[in-house]
């Protein structure tokens, strides 16, 4: 029999399918989303007589320094000018992003760096303090900075060495500078530089920081509910370094994977 259209107009609509779609992989990182690294700085002497690593700024992360042993001292620049701040066993310091810093070493300086966004200064968030010339597009800053991997390892001591020394030097050039436009040059070329990147940074984030805060959210939540069943999932995860002695930007890295 036919129905009217007053009766099917009358009718409910069906709810649409929802789409079914898999969900997250929970995060196996450190708490936080941040990494570490075991950091032994590099003792060999810049042009100035400083012992240390390469000059260098992230522009998403913040970074934190535990050190365990030795001495030594961080360097800095921003836009409110220059400090050093001394480095001991026991010292805890950190930077957020657009601090230009140069780790120098005193006496057998070893620190455990703390990274955020699961490590990405380490992977990609870091530009160096190279002269202007060698930052106008990426593949020219690749070439000066690049230690090649499977190399025989003097050879990529020689080159990490060499970058560090250009660094240094462009980092010298900004500090004697003393003018404000030198390093907003500066900032302005760095975000050229990484600007093709920034849509992988972002997966990161959002895989690591961004679903580390939603889930503490979520468990927020639960509890308030009484609801306890994440409670039954935990977990114990440890890790040994995936690579050890690694030419870093500021020193011999033992670097972790999670």
Known sequence: MATS???QAAR?????????????????????????????????????GR?????????????GYVVT????????????????????????????PGTIHRLVEVDGLRIVVLMQNSGLPEAGDAVLTLPPEYLA??????????????????????????????AVDGYRRLRAARDPQALADFHRAAAALVRHRLGDWRERWERGAAATAAATGEHLERLAAGDLSHLADATVRSRRPAEQGRFGMCGYLDVYRF
Do not use: I, K, N
Not at 12 to 40: I, K, M, N, R
Not at 69 to 95: I, N
């Open 137 to 166: 597009d990426p593949d020219t800053y690749a070439a000066a900075t690049t230690v090649p991997e499977g190399a025989p390892r003097e050879e990529q001591a020689r080159a990490a060495r060499a970058r560090r020394d250009l």
């Open 5 to 7: 259209p007053e009766r």
């Open 51 to 63: 012992r240390g690593g390469t000059p260098h700024m992230h522009l998403t992360c913040s970074e």
């Open 69 to 96: 042993a030795g001495r030594g001292a961080v360097q800095t620049l921003t836009a409110s000018g220059y400090e050093e701040t001394p480095l001991e066993a026991g010292t805890v310091a950190w930077f957020t």
């Open 12 to 48: 409910p609509l069906a709810a649409p399918l929802a789409e079914t779609a898999a969900p997250p992989e929970p995060f196996t990182g450190l708490p936080g989303s941040v990494a570490v690294s075991h950091l032994s700085v590099y003792h060999w002497p810049a042009a100035d």
